[in-house]
């Protein structure tokens, strides 16, 4: 009877799936970014950006849900300089 504590198959795939999503709201708010420099006129540029950050926000809380609060506010606060200068963050 031993209880095997290893996570299943199905939960890994719960975790990447909510893992990609993050990344995937991630992209999408980065691709705001480049809407400025296209060569669109400005109301396409409105509604490309619109559908972004609906885009965004929907795969950001949809892995929320399969991943848990918790684990996507841990996520979000992302330390960037800490990466580009070398130093490690430390732990409370």
Not at 5 to 24: A, C, D, W
């Amino acid at each position: 009877m031993g209880l095997d504590m290893q996570p299943s198959g199905r939960s890994k795939m719960k975790k990447r799936l909510g893992f990609g999503l993050v990344v995937l709201s991630f992209l999408l708010y980065g691709g705001l970014l480049i809407v400025p420099f296209s060569p669109l006129l400005a109301r396409e540029k409105v509604f490309i950006s619109s559908i972004l950050v609906v885009c965004g926000e929907a795969s950001f809380l949809l892995a929320v849900l399969i991943l848990g609060r918790e684990a996507v506010s841990r996520y979000r606060k992302v330390d960037i300089y800490g990466w580009l200068s070398g130093r490690k963050r430390d732990r409370i």
